[in-house]
């Protein structure tokens, strides 16, 4: 049995990268001998001023995780990897998403040396939020790997600007079910929300920043409000210090009426209920690679809209499984919602959602590592 060692954040770190490596890790050790090494110290404090870690519940927690990199200390990063290169794994995979892991990620590939084969999930080759230096510091990184698992067309191609000979497969972002832990319907996921069962919801949900594209959705609303009347917009999602523009906006929209706004970090055992009691999931994003919160909706089977940006319009199919409309466009984003309900699409919708299962399977995932391992 081939041994890899997986590298990643995970239980208690907060977010979708650590829910990631952790179904990846339960994937991956359905076929292989697998070790996961997380971080003893992810982001120092003043460059991460929030929690990192959320110990409220525990559904991700892999109990023989290793939480071993500090990614800032140089010494404990060459320990790491001499503790690694030990193991002489076959495969050492890494998380890659931001560029202020390269300096730790360099250390670690040049202490593994060649022989040691190293491939990067790529969750977005270059950063959401770019700045001067992040293409060199990428380039630094995945120039050295031999393999790369992408999720959207537009990271390979981002990819190939670095390493044109990129040995990469594009693979799906896979779906989280993990979140349904009660396995709540939509009638008991709105009585604990205090939701009328009759109410047309919709969902944004996630950390609001501004490449996200909210505001457009909140602008779409005088419109989707005047053709279907009674609807609830939930906004459930931590701000950062421009919180106050968004409330300003609903307050000039004239919709505070039918915008419920839920400020904060959502424990993960708190995700199923909002996600349950909604009709649809809406990504207005201006940009992206992917997003863990589609895979989210398909693992509650709820349609979504998003923009046709990045990676997004490779994981919904317009009028099967949601719906994809131009970024920055407000009508079109209301268009989109008043004729999934107009048109009573949520039966179709739905069941679309479920035949494409399979292809948004952690199996899959591992599949396409397993066709990378045997084409070295």
């Known amino acids: ?13 907060k977010g979708g990268i ?4 952790s179904l990846l890790y339960q994937a991956l050790s359905r076929k292989y001998e697998v070790e996961l090494i997380s971080f003893k110290m992810q982001y120092p404090k003043f460059l991460f001023r929030k929690e990192q870690k959320d110990y409220s519940n525990d559904m991700f927690r892999v109990p023989k995780a290793q939480f071993l990199i500090n990614t800032a200390n140089p010494a404990n990063i060459i320990l790491t ?8 794994p076959d495969l050492v995979i890494l998380q890659w998403w931001h560029p202020y892991f390269a300096p730790c990620y360099w250390i670690l590939e040049t202490m593994l040396g060649k022989k040691i084969k190293k491939m990067f999930v790529c969750h977005n080759v270059f950063p959401h939020e770019r700045f001067p230096m992040d293409k060199f510091l990428t380039r630094l990184v995945l120039k050295n790997a031999d393999f790369f698992i992408v999720h959207a067309h537009s990271d390979g191609a981002d990819l190939r600007t670095i390493k044109p000979d ?19 319907t939509k009638e008991q996921a709105r009585q604990e929300l205090g939701k009328d069962q009759e109410e047309r919801l919709l969902l944004f949900f996630g950390f609001v920043r501004d490449y996200k594209g909210l505001r457009y959705l909140i602008q779409a609303m ?15 999602g931590a701000f950062g210090s421009d919180k106050a523009d968004y409330f300003n906006l609903i307050n000039s929209c004239d919709v505070q009426d039918c915008v419920e706004v839920t400020d904060g970090y959502t424990p993960d055992n708190e ?31 709820k349609p979504v809209i998003v923009t046709n940006v990045g990676g997004l319009p490779d994981v919904v199919t317009d009028k099967k499984t949601g719906y994809v409309v131009e970024a920055k466009n407000s009508q079109q984003l209301a268009q989109a919602v008043i004729a999934y ?7 179709n919708f ?10 948004f399977s952690w199996d899959r995932l591992t599949e396409k590592v397993e066709e990378l391992l045997q084409n070295e």
């Open 81 to 88: 990897a001499q503790k690694i290169k030990r193991k002489n």
């Open 1 to 13: 049995m081939k041994k890899i060692v997986l590298i990643g954040p995970v239980y208690p770190y």
């Open 271 to 301: 995700v199923e209920k909002y996600f349950a009691a909604c009709d649809l999931v809406v990504l207005p994003y201006e940009s992206a690679t992917q997003s863990g919160i589609v895979q989210i909706a398909y693992g509650f089977e």
């Open 341 to 347: 309900y107009k048109d009573d699409m949520e039966k």
């Open 18 to 21: 650590a829910h990631y490596t």
């Open 350 to 359: 739905v069941e679309n959602v479920r035949k494409e299962a399979y292809r």
């Open 222 to 236: 005088p419109q989707i409000k005047e053709e279907l009347g009674a609807i609830k917009l939930m906004i459930v």
């Open 166 to 184: 990129a040995q990469f497969r594009l693979n799906p972002h896979p779906t989280y079910h993990a979140f349904s832990l009660r396995g709540l």
